[in-house]
């Protein structure tokens, strides 16, 4: 199972952006997913997760401003956010614990994408 990432770029602040991640594999089932950021010098931290039935849950500085969903169909995790601050930037990564037919249980990571937002 690979997870592949994208949808960062240069923002103005104010602006938006769409993320998506998109999983690639064969057998296998999803659990929750979510979205981490980590800005230079600082820890990796949650931004969103969303578990299989839907139920979502955000970082306090998100503030309304970010939507996390997930299309089963598509295997794709996305991050719609809204009113980018410069403190938003970083690279986002998205994140899984997935159940493969061959590794069973595990947590994977997408390979990142940077996210620049100008003021």
Known sequence: VQL???GGGLVQAGGSLRLS???HGNEFVTSTMAWYRQAAEH???LVASITRDGRAEYGDFVQGRF???RDSAKNT?????NTLTPE???VYYCNGNIWTA??????YWGQG???TVSS
């Not at 995790?77 to 956010?81: A, E, P």
């Not at 061959?102 to 947590?107: D, I, L, Q, S």
């Open 67 to 69: 939507t996390i969903s």
């Open 88 to 90: 938003d930037t970083g």
């Open 102 to 107: 061959t590794r069973g249980n595990g947590a």
């Open 113 to 115: 994408t940077l996210v």
């Open 43 to 45: 820890a990796r931290d």
């Open 21 to 23: 991640c998109v999983i």
């Open 4 to 6: 592949q990432a994208s």
């Open 77 to 81: 995790l996305y991050l719609q956010m």
